[in-house]
């Protein structure tokens, strides 16, 4: 079985710019979150998308956004770039039902804002 | 306000010795917690698992010690091995089943042959 895969893997952006990643979640799997990972906060959690509907959400400002198609893929997007959003994204997806919380992560997309 | 706080940055282990990577929660409604394990340019890996209704959750070489009235939780490896070199991040969520998970700043572990 294919595991989670994520596009692109490395992106280079400016300030202002807006971007989009994307995720690929394991056949199956209906439940996509989203983290940030940053050297000095860890792993801190963006939203997680269940049937294309946002359930959970972290405490990021609203230039970090998501959507869910039908088929479970996920974007996840972020506009007007900062210094500070240069980070690894890590996308991971779960088999909701599966009675634990076992999330399957991808490899990131790692950004670097300019 | 860091939820789950790992202490320690990094720690270095003699292969065949005992790892201990300790982990505290502030967050008393926690239920659930996790630990990942995470090589350089890949995402993390799912290794084991604790609820808080247990205080000890084996499996092979890993085992999690939980101590709810510490807010504490550790995962001990035994024996460790050279391939056990990676980050452990510990992870709590409020129930299992949770999707948001809340993760502490993760600790490299070094197995040194």
């Known amino acids: 079985k294919a595991g989670v895969t994520q596009t692109p893997r490395y992106l280079i952006k400016t300030r202002g710019q807006q971007v989009t990643l994307s995720c690929s979640p394991i056949?199956?799997?209906?439940?996509v979150s989203w983290y940030q990972q940053t050297p000095g906060q860890g792993l801190q959690f963006l939203f997680e998308?269940?049937?294309?509907?946002?359930?959970n959400k972290g405490n990021f400002p609203g230039r970090f956004s998501g959507r869910q198609f039908s088929n479970s893929r996920s974007e996840m997007n972020v506009s007007t770039l900062e210094l500070g959003d240069s980070a690894l994204y890590l996308c991971?997806?779960?088999?909701?039902?599966?009675?634990?919380?076992?999330?399957?992560f991808g490899p990131g997309t790692r950004l670097t804002v300019l | 306000d860091q939820q789950v706080k790992q202490n320690s940055p990094s720690l270095s282990v003699q292969e065949g010795r005992i790892s201990i990577l300790n982990c505290d929660y502030t967050?008393?409604?926690?239920?659930?917690f996790l630990w990942y394990k995470k090589y350089p340019a890949e995402g993390p890996t799912f290794l084991i698992s604790?609820?808080?209704?247990?205080d000890k959750n084996e499996d092979g070489r890993f085992t999690v010690f939980l101590n709810k009235s510490a807010k504490h939780l550790s995962l001990h490896i035994v024996p460790s091995q050279p391939g056990d070199s990676a980050v452990y991040f510990c992870?709590?969520?409020?129930?299992?089943?949770?999707?948001?998970?809340?993760f502490g700043q993760g600790t490299r572990l070094t197995i040194n042959p």
């Open positions: 991971a997806s779960s088999l909701v039902f599966s009675g634990n919380n076992e999330q399957f």
């Open positions: 967050n008393s409604m926690f239920d659930y």
């Open positions: 604790i609820s808080s209704i247990k």
């Open positions: 056949s199956g799997h209906r439940s």
């Open positions: 992870a709590a969520s409020a129930y299992q089943g949770a999707q948001k998970l809340v």
């Open positions: 998308y269940f049937s294309e509907t946002q359930r």
